[in-house]
Nanobody, 124 residues
Framework: QVQLVESGGGLVQAGGPLRLSCLAS????????MGWFRQAPGKEREFVAR????????YYADSVKGRFTISRDNAKNTLYLRMNSLKPEDTAVYYC?????????????????WGQGTQVTVSS
């Protein structure tokens, strides 16, 4: 069992940066893949980025590639999402998730554990 808690969301002007954090706790999850997803009102949850706790290949959605950076600090059991050059279109509730490292990275149904989400609002 893994518990995930996101933090760092807030209101930011377009073009600004913001860093989200996800603290993980519970049973061993070193073999998990960690992902960030987001969901805007009236839209389905969409994939943002993914990384394994053990490292390896990182995946990004095309919409955030070059602007967002996913990373993790295994010693602190914390996942991060550094967001730069934010756009109003990035406004959404952001969720971190943990799942089998061998599952499809962009399929939210393949993740077993989810945080409660943190709101990110980008003003124009």
């Amino acid at each position: 069992q893994v518990q995930l808690v996101e933090s760092g969301g807030g209101l930011v002007q377009a073009g600004g940066p913001l860093r989200l954090s996800c603290l993980a706790s519970g049973r061993t999850f070193s073999r998990y893949a960690m992902g960030w997803f987001r969901q805007a009102p009236g839209k389905e949850r969409e994939f943002v980025a993914r990384i394994r706790w053990s490292g390896g290949i990182i995946y990004y959605a095309d919409s955030v590639k070059g602007r967002f950076t996913i990373s993790r600090d295994n010693a602190k059991n914390t996942l991060y999402l550094r967001m730069n050059s934010l756009k109003p279109e990035d406004t959404a509730v952001y969720y971190c998730a943990a799942g089998d490292a061998n599952s499809r990275y962009d399929d939210n149904t393949q993740y077993d554990y989810w945080g409660q989400g943190t709101q990110v609002t980008v003003s124009s």
